[in-house]
């Protein structure tokens, strides 16, 4: 038996607005970039960061979900699989592209824009919750004695 697998769990920064189509089939398909920053040792010894630009597709109900709720900026953790293709473009040339077809979406943080909650839904408004009196009191443990026995 063989082994076959192509996974791909990328997490970074959406970089700009999703592009939302139709295929002349009515199907929704999304694409957008994910930059995800990684750490590479420099010449000199010093950790250096340097940024990789990925594409990305979803299809279908994934692409509209994107479309909805995401934006340039937003963290997004993105579960697909890696897809090549290859087309001819306008020019008689051969075109080559490698982008991660999404088969899962998540929210990788906080949304930026004010009234949004991390899994982008509507936040309600938050109450403020007054603590007993004899709560407030507690010391922290900042506030303790520091001859603790560990």
């Not at 592209?97 to 309600?124: H, S």
């Amino acid at each position: 038996m063989t082994l076959n697998l192509n996974k791909a769990i990328i997490a970074g920064n959406i970089t700009r607005d999703i592009e939302l189509r139709q295929t002349p089939s009515g199907i929704s398909v999304a694409s957008f970039t994910v930059a995800v920053a990684r750490s590479k040792k420099g010449k000199d010894g010093n950790y250096i960061q340097e940024t990789d630009f990925i594409d990305c597709q979803a299809w279908d109900k994934k692409a509209e979900f994107l479309g909805r709720n995401f934006r340039k900026g937003d963290p997004v953790c993105v579960l697909g699989s890696i897809r090549k293709r290859q087309w001819k473009a306008n020019d008689g040339t051969n075109r080559y592209a490698t982008e991660v077809v999404a088969e899962d979406i998540l929210f990788a943080g906080a949304k930026a824009q004010p009234g949004w909650n991390g899994d982008g839904l509507r936040a309600k408004p938050q109450q403020q919750i007054q603590l007993p009196q004899e709560l407030s009191t507690v010391p922290f443990p900042s506030d303790l004695d520091e001859s603790l026995p560990f």
